[in-house]
Nanobody
């Protein structure tokens, strides 16, 4: 499975960006699709994830500002990022977990597939 992300860029604080990611195979085989973030000087973290039924998970720092969604018909996952803050700066990776992670919480799933990463820069 290959994941191809797009939509990163530079924006001022308070602005918005939308990330998109397309999977090379049927996304219905992916229990979770989501986005990890590698911020400068910080550990990589799961930012948001959505299961096959559309139930979303968010890390506390982005709740109320980010929206993750997926379209299984198009094998795609999206991340709408609003009210961006400088601390949202980082490389965002599109990720997906196989059905072997279907019965664990998204933050404990093993994300088997990773995209190439797209840079998001938020200036103050």
């Amino acid at each position: 499975v290959q994941l191809q992300a797009s939509g990163g860029g530079s924006v001022q604080a308070g602005g918005s960006l939308r990330l998109s990611c397309v999977a090379s195979e049927d996304s219905r085989q992916m229990s979770f699709m989501g986005w990890h973030r590698q911020a400068p000087g910080k550990e990589r973290e799961l930012v948001a994830s959505v299961d096959r039924a559309g139930v979303a998970y968010y890390v506390d720092s982005v709740k109320g500002r980010f929206t993750v969604s997926r379209d299984n018909a198009k094998n795609m996952v999206y991340l709408q990022m609003d009210s961006l803050k400088p601390e949202d700066t980082g490389v965002y990776f599109c990720t997906a977990a196989s059905v072997q992670s279907a019965y664990v919480p998204p933050y404990r799933a093993r994300y088997d597939w990773w995209g190439q990463g797209t840079l998001v820069t938020v200036s103050s």
